[in-house]
Each structure stands twice: as C-alpha cells, then as structure tokens.
C-alpha cells in the first residue's frame, strides 16, 4: 500500500501540472499578444474591461467638455502616452519589444523608440484564451538604452477615476 501510495500521488501531480499548463501557457500569449497590440494601435479603450472602459469613456466626456469650454486639449487625458508615446507621437517606431508575464499575472512589457524607452504595465482580466486590460502604468526613461526600473504612480484608470470624482482635470482644478 506504501509503496502504491509513492507511485500515485506524485503521478496525480504531474497530471494536475500537465491539466493546467496548457491554459496558463495559452493565458500567456493571449496577454502578450494583447499588450503588443494596444501599444500598436495606441489604443487601450477598445480592450478594457467594461468597468475600465466605463470610467474611460466618462473621463473622455469631462476632457471633451474642459476642452470646449478653453478651446483647448482639455486635461489632456491621453491613452497613448500610457503607452510610451510621447508629445504629438503616431506610430511608435517600436524596437528591442520584451514582454514577459509576472507571477502575479500582470504583464510588464520594455521597448525603446530610438528617442526614448518605456516600461508599461498591464493588469488584465482573461477568460479561457480572450483577455481585457484593466488597469495600465508606464514608467519613462529619455535615454533609448536605459530602461526605466519603475512606472509612474499614478495609473490610467486612477487617473480616469479622479476625473469621474471630481469632474474635473486629475492634476488640477480648471473648472474654479
């Protein structure tokens, strides 16, 4: 019974290891294919969670309502520039792009532009191989050979969710 006991409780293991693997494997590389696209495309609100995407799109409404009422960019909310593009960039010349998935489960993604290079954090939600991004932090170096080591402290949805709260700018009144 003993030696029974040896065989098939290390054999349950690597069977429970093998059951699993295949869809944290296939977690994986829905996230990084997903971080490589919105930085791509430059655009989170089309992957976000519904909630990310709620607080988002109320966000965008204040800016667009700031920015009417100065004629202006508003709080300048930007997508984009939590995803390393910097002042008036469209199409990121993305080189040396390394991608890797955390323990915790948040992808943390390095590249450089030739001008600069960026550390950009996703949180996502997946289902099966489908994933949404719920959360995004970007950390900046001005030097394309020195990676950043940390991310800004405040993240995309933080910032959205100030503005929701305050309907205003989340660096500053421009509504007083």
């Known amino acids: 019974m003993f030696n029974l006991t040896r065989k098939i409780i290390p054999a349950l293991a690597l069977f429970s290891l093998l059951a699993v693997s295949p869809t944290a494997f296939a977690n994986d590389q829905a996230k990084l294919a997903l971080a490589k696209k919105v930085v791509v495309e430059g655009d989170v609100s089309s992957y976000a969670t519904p909630s990310f995407k709620n607080i988002l799109d109320q966000a965008y409404e204040i ?15 930007a997508e984009m520039g939590y995803l390393g593009y910097g002042n008036g960039d469209f199409g990121l010349d993305i080189r040396n792009w390394k991608a890797n998935v955390t323990k915790s489960g948040m992808v943390r993604a390095t590249f450089n532009d030739g001008g600069s290079s960026s550390l950009i954090e996703f949180d996502m939600v997946c289902n099966g191989n489908k994933c949404l991004i719920d959360d995004v932090r970007h950390g ?6 020195v990676l950043p080591k940390h991310t800004e402290e405040m993240s995309l ?13 989340a660096w500053g009144s421009r509504l007083k």
Do not use: F, H, W
Not at 140 to 145: H, R
Not at 162 to 169: A, F, S
């Open 140 to 145: 900046y170096s001005t030097n394309p050979k």
């Open 63 to 77: 800016n667009d309502k700031i920015a009417a009422m100065y004629d202006d960019m508003g709080c300048e909310l």
């Open 157 to 169: 949805r933080q910032e959205a969710q100030i503005m929701v709260d305050t309907n205003d700018c």
